[in-house]
Each structure stands twice: as C-alpha cells, then as structure tokens.
C-alpha cells in the first residue's frame, strides 16, 4: 500500500513534480466556451485569448463526483490518499473534496493549502517529499497542515486592467495607476489575495518585493520554493531575478521557474512576477 497524492489544476508545478501526481482538473470560460484545465486548454493557450478577451474568463470548482472517481480509483488500487487543493476561501474545490472523501473513512484525507497556483505547489512538492519519507496518509496531511502557515507567496503586477476588470479597484483608481506606472504588490494571506503596497515603475516593485519577503522571515532553502510568471514571456521574471540575487546567494541549485495557470492570472493579469517560499520564521 502506497500514499498517492491528488491536487487540483490549479497547482503550478515543475514538470517532474506533476508527472507524480493524480490531478483533477478545473474548466475555464470564455463568453460562450468552456474547457477543461490542462486537458482542453494550455496555460500558454489561455494568456493567448485573456490578451484578446474584453472580458474576463470564469472558472467552475471541480465537483465532488469528480473527486470520488479519483479517490475510489486510489483506494481501489489499496492505496491510502492525501488530497490537497487550493484555498477554500477562493474556490469551493476543497468543500468538494472534502465531500468525496466522506465516502472513504479513513482512507482519504483532504488538505486546504491555504494558498494557490505555485504556493499550493510547494506544498504539494514538501508533500511528495514526506511520501518518499515513508510516512502514513494521516501523517503526512497533519504536517502540511501545520507547515502551510510557514508559505508565502508574493507577485509584482505590471497592470492594474485586470484587478479593474475583476471589480478589486475602481476604474479612476486603476487609471491613475496605468498613468504613473503603478506596479502593484499583492500577497496571499489567509487563503485570500492582499495588496501589499503599490511602487512606481518595476525597479522600484522588484525592490518592494524584495523587502516583503525579507520582512516574512527570509527564504528557508531546505524546502521547496518556486518563481512564477504569467504571461506570454518571462523577461519581467529574468530582470526580478537579477534584481534580487541577494536573496538567492544561499541557493545553490538553479532557480525552480514556472508559468502561473489561469485561476490566478485571470486576476493579476500577464507580466506579473511571483515568489513563493516557506519562510525561515
């Protein structure tokens, strides 16, 4: 009997991260069509039609029927099952999951990360690094639960169009912002997205991005951290990395990098840069 690991589509992960897990995937629209994450519709594919669409896409959660498929067919297989999603606060994903494992009494158990896209997949990473440990299912979901209060995950956007368009800011606010090139700064705290504090230009909000995450207690490099971006390119990601190798001179592998999916892009909008970290406090 082995522990298997089942996430939502949600979770940004590193190639050989994802080839281990089960995931149950999340559908987007857009007006009139809908498609299946990861399945119908690639992240690069969804910056592409978000740049064009006036207006934003919606998701729908995954369905508890969607995580009783997965789940019986772990247990089928005689393996106990650690399942971790995204935040409640933001989609009702883990209500669903929660619901599903009711079916499996001591067999499933369900983690809220707390968190999203590449901060839900630092979490998955630590999980799958218990798993190699040998730890029990009961075991391993009690320890993320305690270390997923140490992640943060903090982003610099290039627009403020996007929170405009989500309704998060006024259009006079967002406006003013595009005319001084404001570059927000927004966190995720308590499941939910925060804004930090807002710089002039990228020079300016890389270093503000620096500072939060020197103020969050410094990077612990004995986990798992992961840089994301959204958009069509990363050069926005290159330049924040060079800007910042005082953080990363403790560090001595490549930096692990991924393109954020859409549940997060949707609301920050292309050109961001994001860092996601379990802190040393």
Request: aromatic letters at 8%; a negative charge.
């Amino acid at each position: 009997m082995s522990v298997r690991i089942i996430v939502d589509s949600t979770a940004d992960l590193l190639p050989q991260i994802a080839q281990r897990l089960t995931v149950v995937p999340l559908t987007i629209r857009f007006d009139d069509r809908e498609y299946v994450q990861g399945v119908d519709i690639t992240n690069t594919q969804f910056y592409e039609m978000l740049v064009e669409s006036d207006a934003l896409p919606t998701t729908s959660q995954a369905t508890p029927y969607q995580f009783e498929a997965a789940f019986r067919e772990a247990v089928d297989a005689g393996d106990t099952v650690v399942a971790i999603t995204l935040s409640a606060k933001l989609s009702g994903t883990y209500q669903s999951a929660a619901i599903a494992a009711e079916e499996f009494p001591g067999k499933v158990f369900v983690v809220d990360s707390s968190s999203a896209a590449i901060g839900t997949g630092i979490l998955i990473e630590y999980a799958l690094q218990l798993v190699d440990k040998g730890l029990p299912a009961e075991e391993i979901a009690q320890k993320l639960l305690a270390q997923r209060e140490r992640i943060y995950v903090v982003a610099m956007l290039d627009t403020l169009e996007y929170l405009k368009k989500g309704g998060r800011i006024s259009k006079t606010v967002a406006f003013a912002g595009e005319l001084l090139s404001i570059k927000p700064v927004v966190c995720i705290e308590d499941g939910e997205v925060k804004l930090l504090g807002k710089a002039r230009g990228s020079k300016q909000g890389n270093n503000l991005l620096v500072k939060q995450i020197q103020a969050a207690g410094g990077v612990d490099f004995s986990m798992p951290l992961l840089l994301g971006y959204t958009g069509l390119s990363d050069v926005l990601l290159q330049k924040y990395i060079t800007d910042s190798a005082m953080l990363w001179e403790d560090y001595r592998q490549e930096l692990p990098q991924t393109l954020i999916g859409s549940v997060i892009g949707t609301h920050i909008g292309p050109g961001a840069v994001a860092v996601a970290f379990f802190s040393k406090k």
